[in-house]
């Protein structure tokens, strides 16, 4: 096996009596999508910054590309495209420049910068947009181009800090198109995400974290396996009756659990599980049965819901 | 849609960035790379401040023209280390330290923080190979670049108008540009302090007195003993003094006090700036 891109042991971070990141292990390998799932504030993108160098560890052992972070930032980063969550666009400059003018700061020879910003542009699907002002592009035009001028040094391994946060369900999906171009060229892919179908369509494998630690490792399907059961039962009887509800679906299913709006139940056959619901007199207001997703290994990890 | 189509990635050899080769106790701190942190703000520069670059320039003009013909005509001349100077030439030299100095510090804190805290232009450039030196040292070369430019514009007004009594007045230029990187290198550090618009209202209280007071307009000789080593340990009197010995001829020994004292203000300052920058952007 080769070696890790990104690899952690005991990685802490704390910021005065606060612990954000409580000493996580693990390992990314080359070609990978690795995900970190989790809700905000979990310490995902403490995490990140870690990872490029732009936060000093507090304690533990980090390695990155062959390098330790707290003393070779700037030869990490020369191999890393980094994404932040709220696109940190230069205002001043038109598209094209922004890309051009990146790729300055790693040092690349300026005939090359010129002609690799003209095909990221085109990746990014913003051609016709080569000279407009970045203050007049849409939220995903704008993700896109802090996606592609991360690209223009075309790094190891690119780190996406919530890649689609405030984006519309359209963009989204033209976004994970791009990212998963990327990710069939053999890039390494290191994302966070608190969108349990973000993390499903991108990650091949993924951490599950909660208040800075790992409470889960594993690939999406891996994952869902084992922390739940094929089929969810969801079920709602109106706030006020849910509780009650619940006390008398107990038994149905392997698991039942209850949040403010519905009850969901956990069985491998979901519609046996309403069957079984309706003979014990039950008439929920709305039903449906779903596959587990990974929404459901969170709630069962951490008894709570990712988005809250 | 060009959907269909490969993604062009790979349409050209690709180039992965240079990794930067610096040793010893900048290394983590430094790419030998400011150069292009220079050139995208003179990029900027030439598109959307130049405005703001003439507005600068013609300040010291307008002093030169109210106070040095209209009070000079009043005034004479005054003493310069045993001389007698026509006014306009006495405070000619020290506007022009003056101007290093306005534009080093606007550059340094207004601009400054406006790149840092909203158009988190820092945070992009730090994502990349560079290092806070890179950053630091390049946008005081962008100071320093305004500052030449001042300096340029404002030594033609001055020769036009007779002021340059001696040719060690081109060395003026040069000594501009070390006040101006003696308050830029300082400025950007403590801009890096400040949280709000109203904190930048301190510096230019502070640097009003400065002005007015550092034997800008009249000798120090007129205030007390006490008062004027107070005078003396501020960097202005220093700009003003060395810029004014170089137009007048007067050269005097304390030349390299002066140079001394602004060489230990740019050392100090880039290694504040710096542990600033690391401390906020690398924590």
Redesign the interface.
Known sequence: MPAPVIEATGLTKRYGDFTAVDGIDFAIQPGEAFGFLGPNGAGKSTTMRMI?????RTSGDLSVLGFDP??????I???LG?V?Q?D??????RVI?NLI??G??????VP?VK??AE?LL??A?LTEKRRSRVDGLSGGMKRRLTIARG?I??P?AMLLDEPTTGLDPQARHVLW?RLF??KE?GTTLVLTTHYMDEAEQLCDRLVVVDKGTIVAEGSPSSLIRQYSTREVLEVRFGSAHNEAASQAIEGIGSRVEVLPDRVLVYADDGEAAMSAVHERGLRPITSLVRRSSLEDVFLRLTGRSLIE | ???QRA??????E???????T?RGPL???????TR??V??GL??MAR?NWVVVLTGFFEPVFYLLSMGAGLGALIGTVEFYGVDVEYAAYIAPALMAVSAMNGAVYDSTMNVFFKMNF???Y?????????PLDVALGEILLALFRGLLYACGFMVVTTLMGLNLSWTAVLAIPAALIVAFGFASFGMAITSYMKTFQHLDYVFFLMMPMFLLSATFFPIEVYPQGFQWVIQAMPLWHGVDMIRQLTTGLIQPSILMHLLYFAVMIVLGLWFTTARLRAL???
């Open positions: 490029a160098a732009t936060s000093t707290a003393d070779h930032g700037p030869e980063r020369a191999q980094i932040p709220a940190q666009l230069d205002e001043e400059l420049d003018i990146y300055r700061y790693f040092g690349l020879p090359y002609r690799r095909e085109e990746f699907q690209l040094n075309s190891k198109d171009r990327l060229e | 849609m060009t959907g993604t062009q990635l790979h349409a050209t690709l180039l992965e960035a240079p990794a930067p610096v290394r983590g701190i430094y790419a030998g790379n292009s942190v050139v995208r990029q900027v959307t158009a988190k232009l945070q992009q450039m730090l994502s990349t190979s560079l290092g952007f690398l924590r």
